[in-house]
């Protein structure tokens, strides 16, 4: 069992989820020359900790009306390369979710992924939602919670509400 | 009886026991996998060893993706028309020895769009066909997740789905394009294949020197048994292991030429790696059953016996007759091997080079002729000879390079040989209008009858 990531201390101190989210933001100690950024979990379950930075054992639990979403950053090497080329955090349609664009594809369910760059720092964003058929009501939802993304000032994390 | 003979009779026991040996190996096999990923769970319950050995999540059901061993001919690496998208970690995987297991996603292409703002094309231009696994009990989902970790190949901003799955005990960023960007999902800590090896000493030694990304490249299907300790394909060559604990590779250049004489059963394990010659342009491997093989100049030539040992001993390629270019040859009561600058030749009578300029002369008579030396090669004013067995070998700068042999060499000692009044002889031993031979020396013509029963007959007698 690999250790559960180490929580951020400059993001949980404002950790401001909507109602109805538990949002976590951490990282993993780096194994040998690895580097390890932080990632931010956000669901609409209880999260009592994930063994996997994309989320497969929370996304594994959704109902028909939750969600998970992912924000993982990546090191500086990332800004500026083809995959990383959109600017700004991507705000996911409802016609953009697919049955298939999920790393683990489960009955029903639907995803959606981008990677992109904001502020000189390289991000992937990954959205299961529990219900592909019932994701125009779900989506609002995954809405309301990437308004609070934060990234200034070299964290991540979820601002309150204005 | 030459080791050319005692090959091919090891070959034929290799062959005939290979197949009973390699389907029960193949048993062992499964059953050595699971006890790894099932432990104690496998043993206890009566669970499908096939199943225990892909591990959990396997059917195409489960949504997961399937290892690129399972789909493509055991080679454990991103297939072609595929590339790195990203990886993912394990921690104390004991599939890796406790250490880290990686997970590399091979992407599939986009064919002939682009994707419109997305990482992903739509599946009209993927250049891969949604399916599930089949042929084994890793009967994951192929080509059909679309999703990327994102640390590889990040110059590619555009890809289809997961084409499969890539396993490596060695950091991705050692052998592809990756960053280091570390990203973990302990869930998959025992996905696998029976196209995949459980970790053993063999694996250990093969991630030790750098697994996908070392010499001898990715792996191809598990490990299995051989005789005297375990072997690992490659996509470069093998990766042995021998009972005592030593680990030895053979590159393809040499392998096609070990397979091809038999393999362990009839080589014996390699005793060194795959190894450049001093000079570093070719490459060889020694075997346990005193076998040699070189990849030099004129191609992969297999040594042994009494000839290795004596090329041996003269210092290998350094050595007069250099580098073997054809494969051991027997005639009679002795066998032969053709090198580069000459030949060493091996009967009763010793085991003896036979350099230029006497060479020649040796291969255009043949050993059934002039039979097999017995000494060395001697210069005495400007002429080499060297006896054999069944005549003289002959040569000077003015003369060229003969045999002298049978009938006609009788009557040449008779009269003297190199000292002799014919002097050197100037042509190889050809026939004559009578059905019987000749040849010609420097100072006339000797003529044999077609039978040795009758006597040699001196039709030019000598000028002097």
């Excluded at chain 1, 180490?6 to 101190?13: Q, T, Y």
């Excluded at chain 1, 404002?14 to 976590?24: E, F, H, K, N």
């Excluded at chain 2, 084409?163 to 490596?168: E, F």
Aim: glycine fraction near 12%; proline fraction near 6%.
């Amino acid at each position: 069992m690999i250790p559960e990531p180490r929580a951020d201390p400059l993001a949980v101190r404002a950790l401001r989820p909507p109602p109805g989210w538990s949002a976590r933001v951490g990282w993993r100690a780096a194994g040998d020359g690895e580097q390890s950024h932080r990632v931010l979990h956000a669901a609409t379950i209880p999260m009592t900790g994930s063994r996997s930075d994309y989320g497969s054992d929370i996304a594994a639990r959704l109902g028909v009306d939750d969600s998970l979403v992912v924000l993982l950053e990546f090191g500086a090497s990332a800004v500026g390369t083809a995959l990383f080329a959109p600017r700004g955090l991507p705000v996911p349609q409802v016609t953009q979710f697919d049955p298939n664009m999920l790393q683990r594809t489960l009955p029903g369910q639907s995803g959606f992924q981008r990677f992109f760059t904001v502020d000189g720092r390289a991000f992937c964003l990954y959205v299961v939602l529990g219900s592909h058929a019932r994701r125009a009501r779900t989506v609002p939802r995954v809405h309301a919670l990437l308004s609070r993304v934060d990234v200034a000032d070299g964290t991540l994390t979820l601002r309150g509400p204005a | 009886m030459t080791f050319t003979t005692k090959l091919a009779t090891g070959v034929g026991n290799a062959l005939e026991h290979r197949f009973s040996r390699r389907s029960l190996l193949g048993r062992a096999a499964v059953v050595g996998a699971a006890v790894t990923v099932g432990g104690l769970d496998f043993v206890l319950r009566p669970t499908p060893a096939y199943a225990a050995v892909c591990g959990p999540g396997a059917s195409c059901g489960d949504g997961w993706t399937a290892m690129c061993c399972t789909i493509n001919a055991g080679v454990n690496q991103c297939p072609p028309g595929s590339f790195a998208g990203g990886w993912w970690k394990a921690d104390g995987a004991s599939l890796c020895g406790g250490q880290a297991r990686y997970y590399i996603d091979c992407q599939g292409e986009c064919t002939h769009c682009g994707c419109n703002g997305s990482p992903f094309c739509t599946d009209t231009c993927w250049n891969c066909e949604r399916r599930c696994a089949s042929g084994t009990c890793d009967e994951r989902r192929v080509c059909w997740n679309v999703f990327r970790y994102g640390q590889c190949n990040q110059q590619v901003g555009c890809s289809g789905p997961v084409l499969c799955r890539m396993i490596s005990c060695v950091p991705p960023w050692k052998f592809e394009s990756c960053t280091t960007d570390a990203a973990t999902d302990d869930n998959t800590t025992d996905h696998t294949a029976p196209c995949l090896s459980p970790w053993s000493p063999l694996q250990s030694s093969y991630a030790s020197i750098g697994g996908a990304g070392s010499v001898l490249g990715a792996e191809v299907g598990a490990e299995y048994a051989v005789a005297g300790g375990t072997a690992q394909h490659t996509t470069a060559g093998r990766l042995y292991r021998s009972s005592a604990g030593a680990d030895r590779w053979v590159l393809n250049a040499v392998l096609t030429t070990y397979v091809a004489h038999g393999e362990v059963d009839a080589l014996g394990l390699p005793t060194t790696n795959t190894t450049k010659t001093a000079d570093g342009h070719y490459a060889y491997n020694d075997f346990a059953e005193n076998f040699s093989i070189y990849v030099g100049p004129s191609g992969s030539w297999l040594l042994g016996g009494p000839i290795r040992t004596l090329w041996v001993q003269l210092g290998r390629e350094n050595a007069a007759v250099g580098y073997p270019s054809g494969p051991d040859a027997a005639v009679g009561a002795g066998n032969w091997q053709v090198f580069v600058h000459g030949v060493i030749a091996s009967s009763t009578a010793g085991t003896l080079e036979i350099l230029a300029p006497v060479a020649a002369g040796w291969l255009n008579a043949g050993a059934a002729n002039v039979g097999y030396p017995t000494a060395a090669a001697a210069v005495n004013g400007g002429v080499t000879t060297q006896t054999c067995t069944a005549g003289l070998l002959c040569a000077s700068s003015a003369t060229g390079s003969h045999a002298v042999y049978g009938d006609i060499y009788a009557a040449w000692q008779a009269d003297g040989g190199v000292s002799g009044s014919y002097g050197l002889p100037t042509a190889d031993v050809a026939v004559n209008g009578g059905g019987g031979t000749y040849q010609t020396f420097q100072e006339g013509r000797i003529d044999a009858a077609p039978s040795r029963s009758h006597p040699q007959r001196h039709v030019v007698p000598p000028r002097r």
